[in-house]
């Protein structure tokens, strides 16, 4: 392949990328509702005007346009078209690969355009809805048993399940403690089927920036959450009275409980099987403090909360939003996957 060619697939490659990448932005919206991906023609979201082919060109078109439906100047969300950026970018750098670091291998780059746009929706539909589809997880999984087949030259296939066996542990702590979701551990399940050793290197760049984007989060989240934490506690304290004054369900002396629930696509529930029965006089009324949380927390999105009692007062309520990980573990699933053992050279050469 001469330099030319290469050039010349290589843009191929982005344009064929922005094609899928605007085919993905119609799975990620429609899938999670269960609408149909063909059957209805694009159109506006705004005033619903049939969208013509030149209207569709992925990513020019949104850049021509500055971002605003042609018909009824009403802005259109620049992610849209960033979907079609990435996948684009992905689909060069795995042509890129495949000319200068994979030998020529055209599975590797079958896997890539499959396994891309796996990532790509699992990532924003995490970001939306804060879950990882159970069909993304199974894809990836479905790759890495191809993989056994495949690639059984490039890694041997104990590898592949000492490697499945250790991130499976990893994460089943992980998800106990918190802060890790069932879904993260079916995709980093997947990975490691199809990455082998290589996983560690997806894991370590995953938790990295995940670890960074929390802590600004964490800042920035600041005022928000202790405004939420104002008003569950409020609302608990007036719930909490009342049980007293009624002489039902409360905390008896000398003892603490934990009240914890979480705010779900912006409902509040709690979660009432973590009620240490035994330290309550009675049962609460639960139902009565669902609903006055339901009632009075409308704005909040996403996150989980405890309320911590001690004998006859509410001792203090701690609320944090919920973050996303599964658009750090599928960048470094992609990067591992482009080029891991680069990574894990990179981190042994350390030492
Ligand atoms: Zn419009």
Not at 285 to 312: M, V, Y
Not at 334 to 344: K, M, N
Request: charged share 20%; hydrophobic share 50%; proline share 3%.
């Amino acid at each position: 392949m001469s330099n030319v060619e290469t050039i010349i697939y290589a843009v191929l490659a982005f344009i064929f990328g922005s094609v899928i990448g605007s085919f993905l932005n119609v799975v990620i919206l429609r899938t999670p509702r269960k609408e149909s991906i063909i059957t209805e023609p694009s159109h506006c979201f705004s005033c619903g005007h049939r969208l013509a082919w030149y209207d569709m060109f992925p990513i020019f078109s949104w850049i021509f346009l500055r971002g605003k439906c042609r018909y009824c100047k009403s802005k259109i969300s620049p992610r849209y078209m960033i979907i079609e950026a990435i996948t684009a970018c992905l689909y060069c750098l795995a042509f890129i690969c495949f000319r200068f670091l994979w030998n020529g291998d055209v599975w590797k780059l079958v896997f890539s355009a499959i396994l891309f746009p796996v990532l790509i929706v699992l990532s924003a539909i995490d970001i939306d809805h804060f879950e990882i589809p159970y069909w993304c997880s199974i894809s990836v999984a479905v790759l890495g048993a191809a993989s056994f087949l495949i690639f059984s030259d490039e890694t041997v296939w104990y590898e592949r399940l000492i490697a499945f066996g250790i991130v499976i542990v990893l994460f089943a702590i992980m998800v106990l403690i918190g802060g890790m979701g069932g879904g993260d551990l079916q995709l980093m399940g997947g990975a490691a089927l199809l990455l082998g050793y290589k996983v560690f290197a997806a894991l370590f760049i995953g938790i990295i920036l995940g670890a960074v984007y929390g802590v600004i989060k964490k800042f920035r989240d600041r005022k928000s959450e202790r405004i939420v934490s104002h008003t569950i506690e409020g609302i608990a304290e007036k719930w909490y009275q009342n049980q007293l004054d009624r002489d039902i369900g409360y905390v008896t002396d000398g003892n603490a409980d934990i009240i914890v629930g979480s705010i779900s696509e912006g409902n509040p529930d709690i979660e009432w099987e973590f009620l240490e029965e035994k330290f309550w006089k009675g049962l609460p009324e639960k139902a009565e403090l669902s609903q006055a949380l339901r009632e009075k927390i409308t704005d909040e999105r996403e996150g989980g909360f405890k309320i911590f009692i001690k004998g006859n007062k509410i001792e203090k309520v701690k609320y944090s939003r919920r973050m996303v990980f599964g658009p750090f573990l599928a960048f470094g699933i992609a990067a591992s996957w482009l080029v891991g053992i680069y990574i894990i050279g990179w981190y042994m050469s350390l030492f």
